[in-house]
């Protein structure tokens, strides 16, 4: 039986679940030809990253050790990638100990997402981009919330209970939440008026979740305002310094901390690869997720533009989206060992969760003109499924 090189790069949601669904190829017995799977990433673990708001707001562990989900049949490396050989099928990465090396590949799978967006340094702010950024804004607030129960002057009281959310995307939405819950919860517990604590997100678009109807921005912004949060439509945050956010209608609010959650951009390190990108970063690939000029190489998830060739619109990028194309990939791959004919990519259907605090949800599904809400802890329990299907969690 012929062994074939299967590299993954990335173990984010697209790169585990890659793996996931190239286990089973190389486990089905009537394959003639058997996998060596490489799972490489800077971290030895799988980072939940939607999770991020959940440290900002309380000591909550999002990280997976990536031996956990794969105990066996994968080859773990703790590396970096610096150069793909299309030609010679190599793969170039440095190790966590500074070491560069090279492995050759038969199969290549690219999936090594985004980054946060990030404001200018000196707009001043945090932005929660990674674990020690949630980490450092839930000691903020904390220590803001210990100064004002010690604050005798009341507009500095509530100045330091007040947090700014900038950028109104589902990211934003449930930092907000989360928050909005447990700011308010320790402010009890230290004494203070948990109705003076103040959650604002603002947002540049007239209404919130814009890709929706506008019957369910109306029902989130509902959710949101009942849980304590005050919603600034219209407005961009141009900085924070000295406690005062300036928005760009020349508002000035008090703030004790501002959270930047500003959107995703592709990983800059793909332009260092030697890939073909698209001129915003992205890699670019056929309808069967192969990366143009570089047979083998195939790219899922947020590193790819993937567009439905059937209706042109291209697939977004969220945990749905790439747990549905690692799925497709498998039988793409298998298709071209075999040299059959591979599937083509499908949109996902109109389907977003929010969580909106510890037990609150509500998911939107878009089936043609009929619009599905769920709300509540069954919305929750919709949001949690998403998360834990995405990280391979049962």
Known sequence: MTELTCVVVGGGYAGINA??????????????????????????????????????????????????????NVEVIQAEVTKVEPKTKKLFYQNDQGDKTSMSYDILIVAMGSIVRQPDRLQGGITLANLDDANTIRMFWHENLQKASQEKDEKERQRLMTVAVAGAGISGIETSAELAYRVQEDAKEMGLNPKLVKIILINTEKRLFSMGPAKVS???????????ITILHERRAVHEKDGML????????????????????????????????TPE????????????????????GDCARIVDPFNGQEDGKTCKEATAQATRLM???AADIH????????????FFCFSLGPDKGMAWIGLGKLNIVVKGKLGWKLRKFTWNSASLIK
């Open 19 to 72: 793996v996931k669904e190239m286990l089973k190829y190389s486990k089905q017995p009537k394959n003639m030809k058997k996998l060596k799977l490489v799972l490489l990433d800077k971290n030895l673990y799988h980072l939940r990253k939607v999770l991020l708001f959940k440290p900002a707001a309380s000591k909550t562990n999002i990280t997976i050790p990536l031996r956990t989900l794969f105990p066996e």
């Open 218 to 228: 109306d029902q989130l912004e509902h959710r949101l305002s009942t849980a304590g």
């Open 246 to 277: 300036l928005l760009t209608n020349g508002e000035k609010l008090p703030v004790g901390l501002c959270v930047w959650t500003l959107g995703l951009l592709p990983n800059p390190q793909l332009r260092t690869i030697g890939l073909p990108l």
């Open 281 to 300: 970063g992205y890699m670019v690939v056929d309808s069967s997720y192969r990366v143009k000029d570089a047979p083998g190489v195939y790219s899922i």
């Open 331 to 333: 039988k793409i791959v």
């Open 339 to 350: 040299g059959r004919k591979a599937p083509l990519h499908k949109g996902f259907m109109d």
